[in-house]
């Protein structure tokens, strides 16, 4: 069972797509039916354990265009304005995140060379952590409460 479920309203579109998938496969299952198979599928004894479980999760964090950021890009502080999200449909939970930066970020750590980023696209979980890592272990970019 993941650690992370995703929302409820992503969990019955699940529950649709399987049960057209089925439907066009030639079974033919109930609505109830496929709720009862995405609980299963999610380590769940049934539906109204995942719905009870899924219910207390806590918020997830959203953003929109506009919104002002602050956080740190490989490693280096920034604040900024969202300038665009894309929900990344092959990993539920994830968007990618465009940020212009208020000042632009120096993304090299070598003292003889600089590059220097003004907006980056970034993709992050509902917590603002990004999956991708810098070879330390860093993830390239975690967005501050």
């Keep these: 069972m993941s650690s992370r479920l995703p929302s409820l309203d992503e969990m ?11 439907a066009e496969a030639g079974s033919e299952v109930s609505h109830s039916k496929s709720l009862e198979l995405i609980a299963r599928q999610h380590g769940f004894a049934d539906w109204n354990t995942l719905y009870a479980k899924a219910g207390n999760e806590p918020p997830r964090r959203a953003w929109n265009p506009g919104d002002r950021v602050k956080g740190s890009y490989l490693g280096q502080a920034f604040e900024g304005t969202v300038l665009a999200l894309k929900a990344v449909t092959s990993m539920p939970g994830y968007v990618t995140i465009t940020v212009d930066f ?23 979980d509902e917590t603002g952590v990004s999956p991708s890592k810098t070879s330390n272990g860093r993830p390239h970019m975690v967005l501050a409460d």
């Design 12 to 22: 019955k579109a699940q529950a649709r797509r399987l049960r057209t998938s089925l």
């Design 102 to 124: 208020d000042e632009p970020v120096d993304v090299v750590e070598f003292e003889s060379f600089s590059a220097f980023r003004k907006r980056v696209t970034a993709t992050i």
